[in-house]
């Protein structure tokens, strides 16, 4: 299945639906069943000790693995995640954005399922492992 959005059509989607993390995160990369999201670090996405927090990790494997299936699907607004399961493996490195790769490895008529690997801007050890199931809306 060809991609049925460019990431400049994947940011707009964004804006329009969600304005409330529209400059939270931008796409870096995108193909067919993967993804590459940046989460821009800000000072509300910190816990004491300048890491970025868990809620902020959760937010970022999520929006990734939203992300590739709607630039699959195209702009199906009420996909929403049915199951998650994440892993902190190491703590990232303070100060600096969070970069999520994301593969979707199953994408089905209802159901899509995604793994992401989380790193910290320039650091090439995972921090975060995530996987997410998303119940997609008919097309």
Request: aromatic share 6%; proline share 6%.
């Amino acid at each position: 299945m060809p991609l049925q959005m460019t990431p400049e059509e994947l940011q707009t989607f964004i804006a329009q639906v969600f304005p409330q993390i529209k400059d939270d995160f931008v796409i870096e990369e995108l193909e067919e069943m993967r993804i590459k999201v940046r989460l821009k670090v800000r000072d509300d996405h910190l816990r004491p000790g300048g890491t970025v927090s868990g809620p902020s990790m959760f937010g970022l494997a999520d929006v990734s693995v939203y992300f590739a299936i709607m630039a699959m699907v195209g702009p199906k607004a009420l996909a929403v995640t049915t199951s998650s399961s994440l892993d902190f493996m190491r703590k990232p490195v303070a100060n600096a954005d969070l970069i999520a790769e994301c593969r979707l490895l199953k994408l089905g008529k209802v159901l899509a399922v995604g793994d992401v690997l989380m790193f910290s801007d320039g650091d090439d050890q995972p921090v975060a492992r995530a996987s997410m199931t998303y119940s997609i809306p008919q097309r």
